[in-house]
Nanobody
C-alpha cells in the first residue's frame, strides 16, 4: 500500500552535514507517523528520530542536538537533517511509516562518515 524511497546518503567527513529525504506514496501521507532508523554493521536497527502527524518529534539520545527531523506533507516527504556527523553515525538509514497500525520500510540509504 505504501512505497517509501530514501535519498541523500553518501560519504561525508566527520563534522560535516547531510540531509536525507524520504518520499512516500499515497494520498494520506499527512496521517502517517514517520520515522528514521539506522543500522550500523554488526549492530541492531535503532530508532534515530520520529515525527507524528501533528509534528511532535522524538530523537535518540545519541543524535539530540545534531539531527532534526521534519516533514513537508505537501510534498509527501520527510527529512532528516544531520549535522556535526560522527564516525559512529555511519549506517544504513531507513525511512519508516506507520499507517493504520501497519509498518512500512524504505530500502535504505547508506551514510558513511569517514576522514
Amino acid at each position: 500500500q505504501v512505497q517509501l524511497v530514501e535519498s541523500g546518503g553518501g560519504l561525508v567527513q566527520p563534522g560535516g552535514s547531510l540531509r536525507l529525504s524520504c518520499t512516500g506514496s499515497g494520498s494520506f501521507f499527512s496521517t502517517y507517523r514517520m520515522g528514521w532508523y539506522r543500522q550500523a554493521p554488526g549492530k541492531e536497527r535503532e530508532l534515530v528520530a520520529s515525527i507524528t502527524s501533528g509534528g511532535t518529534t522524538n530523537y535518540a539520545d545519541s543524535v539530540k542536538g545534531r539531527f532534526t527531523v521534519s516533514r513537508d506533507n505537501a510534498k509527501n516527504t520527510v527529512y532528516l537533517q544531520m549535522n556535526s556527523l560522527k564516525v559512529e553515525d555511519t549506517a544504513v538509514y531507513y525511512c519508516n511509516a506507520n499507517l493504520f497500525g501497519n509498518i512500512y520500510w524504505g530500502r535504505g540509504t547508506l551514510v558513511t562518515v569517514s576522514s
